[in-house]
């Protein structure tokens, strides 16, 4: 059971350049989300899914966008890097939001942009 | 809104001894939870412990435990008899209401384990 798998594991990117970071998840969770984690800090969540098609802002959502089109995958695309977008970003999800169930999370994505 | 704060970014201890993590919270709510997530240097968030905040016990797991205040919002993490492999940074976290599960992270208390 792979559980949360993120890729890449590291990327560099250019200031103004695009990509997207990849999340999926084997356990069938209708519960997604995005967290990204800047040194010293703790995690903020970017955006989250309750279930293919629904997707929501959270905290930091700017400069990002995703998508839900099927109940395993989750990506979050950056349109224009910006410096300010270096951390490690972490996916996670969940069964359900019922008696505070524990996130599983991904191993994170470090990026940085130059 | 709701804030976490871990007041301590470092914390030290010996082997086999006990150390207590510190944390507060604000809220509003009736009706919540609580965790301490652990981060080694692997980057992998792992769940050390939740409490339901409508329970008065608190929640215990092997050598961790909690000590939860709900009048005081406070919810500290104990760690009993330490060992090498409990260094890694800390991180409390409150689940806002909703169903939604999101999580509101502090900003971690960084552990280290003195052999």
């Known amino acids: 059971n792979a559980g949360v798998t993120q890729t890449p594991k590291f990327r560099i990117l250019k200031i103004g350049q695009s990509m997207t970071l990849q999340c999926t998840q084997d356990m069938n969770h209708n519960y997604m989300y995005w967290y990204r984690q800047d040194p010293g800090m703790g995690l903020k969540l970017i955006y989250y899914s309750v279930g293919a098609g629904i997707t929501d802002k959270g905290e930091v959502p700017n400069g990002y966008n995703v998508s839900r089109s099927t109940t395993e995958d989750f990506p979050l695309r950056l349109e224009l890097a910006a410096p300010s977008q270096t951390s490690v970003y972490f996916c996670a999800s969940s069964y359900s939001p019922v008696e505070g169930e524990k996130l599983f999370f991904g191993s994170g994505t470090q990026l940085s942009v130059l | 809104a709701q804030t976490v704060t871990q007041s301590q970014p470092e914390m030290s201890v010996q082997e086999a001894e006990t150390v207590t993590l510190s944390c507060t919270y604000d ?58 492999g409990d260094a890694a940074m800390y991180f409390c976290a409150y689940r806002t209401g909703g169903a939604t599960n999101k999580l509101i992270f502090g900003t971690g208390t960084l552990l280290a384990v003195q052999p």
Do not use: C
Not at chain 2, 35 to 51: A, C, D, G, N, T
């Open chain 2, 27 to 84: 809220t509003s709510e009736s009706d919540y939870y609580l965790f301490w997530y652990k981060q080694p240097p692997s980057r992998q968030m792992i769940l050390v412990i939740r409490q339901e905040a409508y329970k008065q016990q608190n929640a215990t797991e092997n050598r961790f435990s909690v000590n939860f205040q709900k009048a005081a919002k406070s919810f500290s993490l104990k760690i009993s008899d330490s060992q090498l």
